[in-house]
């Protein structure tokens, strides 16, 4: 019989149900990982839910890392990210495939292997959607010199574009808020940024601009108009390269 595993929906939730799968001993053919978003259910499977534990979490990814090398353990980071009931499964067996090999290393590149295949495919996914956030976050000063910025991206993009701005703006106080998934990443001045639940926030706060920032916004607006041509204007291939999707928290785009 299968034992289905049902794990979180967060790259915390499947590598601990990846640790929960070993652990078991049932045998790597005779388990399978669902992310817990999934409603329907297999006939002839025992189902067992994992809770979500960031220990086990970090052994699995120590070990990814250790034995797998740093371009197993960023697939496995980006794939996670993505909104596919295939993954937590995919990424399952992709460590299976690299801890069985002796150079655990030369996993990520067997694409012959569907599961290492869609590993691929959704890690690139992945980081093609956090590189456009990198260009299209808009951050605005808040009262108290605090950045704040939204964004609505349809991956889990937050916790693999953090770093990137608590590198470029280690000395300022931001927040970067995940508005469809309740999620905060949060950087206090020369300190390590950390995720949090959105509910922390109080909205009526974040709506308050400083006194400046309505200055800088529309310096910013005039800006971009000034450098636009209008004899080459051409919506669409605008929309290519900046899609409709991300316009609602530009400040650009904003009247």
Excluded at 29 to 51: A, G, H, I
Excluded at 73 to 93: G, H, L, N, Q, S
Excluded at 167 to 181: S, T
């Amino acid at each position: 019989m299968m034992t289905v595993f049902l794990c979180e929906d967060s790259l915390d939730g499947i590598l601990t149900g990846v640790y929960e799968a070993w652990d078991s001993r049932l045998g790597h053919r005779n388990v399978k990982l669902k992310t817990d978003t999934e409603d329907t259910m297999e006939l002839f499977c025992e189902y067992r839910t994992v809770s979500t534990e960031l220990e086990k979490a970090e052994k699995v990814l120590q070990t990814v890392r250790c034995r797998m090398g740093v371009k197993a353990e960023e697939a496995v980071c980006y794939a996670a990210a993505c909104p596919d009931e295939r993954k937590a499964d995919a990424i399952y067996r992709l460590i299976v495939l690299g801890l069985s090999m002796r150079d655990g290393r030369k996993a990520v590149n067997c694409l012959q292997d569907p599961s290492v295949l869609l590993v691929e495919q959704l890690r690139y996914k992945a980081w093609h959607e956090a590189e456009r956030m990198l260009g299209f976050l808009r951050f605005e000063e808040l009262p108290g010199a605090i950045l704040y910025a939204r964004m609505e991206p349809p991956y889990a993009v937050l916790s693999l574009i953090a770093p990137h701005f608590a590198d470029r703006l280690r000395q300022e106080n931001w927040i970067i808020h995940d508005v469809g998934r309740g999620q905060i990443a949060v950087h206090r001045k020369d300190s390590p940024w950390f995720l949090a639940d959105a509910r922390m926030l109080d909205l009526r706060q974040m709506e308050r601009r400083s006194d400046a920032e309505a200055e800088f916004q529309s310096l910013w607006r005039a800006f971009c108009k000034s450098i636009a041509i209008e004899e080459r204007r051409n919506p669409r291939c605008q929309q290519n390269l900046l899609p409709l999707r991300f316009r609602p928290c530009m400040t650009e785009f904003q009247q």
